[in-house]
């Protein structure tokens, strides 16, 4: 045991002449499924109507995963389902996540009681509330972000305001500030004003042939910023079954969330195709792999240096950037700026990469603090 010990002290030392990026420590224990030192939480989402198809799901990850969210709305609809299979996500050892389309007054008048119960009864366990879904990639595809009530918006700095506001007026983000729960979403767009709006953290989609680096760069840059939470979903791949990657494919995307800093990586799991959701044992053993990965004996603590590099884009520029043809705000085709941004922002990524952040000129926010290096829109030629 002692020669062991010698050993890794051996490699630890090695590790840190070979990289100013990571600190290797040890671990003893390594089922624990508390969040990593740097705050890493990996989970699945259960969207099935059913508590015991819930247990289910909580039985086959708990021994490799550290957050369970419940993304049912059936289940959020139902007070003692939801409290039933909540009480079993956190007697199973994991954190928990609640989807909440609204945080409801009227029909569902006991969600507020239900949140207040929830923070007392599970503290720390209760990790907070997914709220709404994919609010800046409604507003880019439907020009709403609600899906129902366009903006009224004649410039992108209105519209940009009109978002923000729109959100963060709501009953229910206004509750989850009242109560002190942290608000989460997923989306696929407008990260940066999704954090003007209210959110706490926002998780980045890996799916649909989007490029990684560029979601990467757009939603870490946005959190940095403004010193928030953010992480990554798996979701879709594919509009038909087996709608998500394979399991290798499914690896690779949480390694390189992770090596890019995620705080949260979870994976998308809907519908109920067979008996755990979307998810087979290809995809169970890929997340397996990862926990393994972050729970190695040497465990790598990530220690990414604060001096990165980021893009500059202009205030309250609310483009997609999906492609070259997307849209402004859902409200306005490319104008002559964007094809400018987006040679740049290829050149950007096909040089730095993972490394690369990509932010907006806001005087709110004190844009060159931990940049080594900034490029501005302006620069474009």
């Not at 209105?158 to 109560?179: C, H, N, P, V, W």
Request: charge should be negative; charged fraction near 20%.
């Amino acid at each position: 045991m002692r020669l062991f010990t010698a050993f890794l002290l051996i490699l630890i030392i090695m590790g840190a002449s070979l990289s100013s990026y990571y600190v290797y420590v040890i671990t003893t224990d390594p089922d624990d499924r508390s969040p990593l030192a740097e705050n890493v939480y990996v989970g699945v989402t259960f969207g099935a109507n059913t508590t015991q198809e819930g247990k289910l799901l909580v039985d086959k990850v708990k021994s490799y995963t550290n957050l369970f969210v419940i993304d049912s709305w059936p289940i959020a609809t139902n007070e003692t389902a939801l409290t039933e299979l909540s009480d079993y996500v956190v007697k199973s050892g994991l954190y928990l996540m609640v989807y909440f389309a609204v945080v409801s007054h009227v029909i569902h008048p006991w969600h507020v009681s239900w949140l207040e119960m929830a923070k007392e009864r599970w503290g720390e366990k209760f990790a907070g509330v997914y709220l709404l879904d994919e609010p800046g990639g409604k507003q880019l595809d439907l020009k709403s972000w609600n899906g129902e009530i366009p903006l009224n918006a004649t410039s992108y700095s209105e519209a940009a305001t009109q978002f923000a506001a729109g959100i963060s007026s709501t009953y229910s983000m206004q509750d989850l500030k009242r109560l002190g729960i942290p608000a989460f979403t997923a989306d696929y767009g407008l990260y940066w004003f999704d954090y003007l709006a209210g959110y706490d953290a926002v998780f980045a989609e890996f799916g649909w042939n989007h490029s990684r680096p560029l979601h990467l760069g757009l939603v870490r840059g946005a959190a940095n910023v403004q010193k928030k939470q953010w992480g990554i979903i798996i979701t879709w791949e594919y509009l038909h079954p087996p709608y998500i990657e394979s399991g290798p494919e499914l690896f690779r995307d949480m390694v390189t969330a992770y090596n890019a800093g995620a705080q949260y990586v979870i994976v998308f799991n809907y519908p109920q195709i067979n008996q755990y959701g979307i998810l087979t044992e290809e995809h169970f053993s890929a997340i397996q792999k990862f926990w393994a990965y972050i729970h190695s004996p040497l465990r790598i603590i990530r220690n990414l240096p604060r001096c990165r590099v980021a893009f500059v884009l202009p205030k309250d520029y609310g483009w997609g950037m999906r492609t070259p043809e997307d849209t402004i705000w859902g409200m306005w085709r490319p104008d002559a700026l964007s094809p400018k941004i987006w040679q740049k922002t290829q050149a950007l990524l096909g040089t730095y990469g993972l490394s690369l952040d990509i932010i907006y000129d806001d005087p709110d926010f004190d844009i060159r603090d931990g940049y080594a290096k900034l490029y501005f829109w302006n620069d474009v030629g």
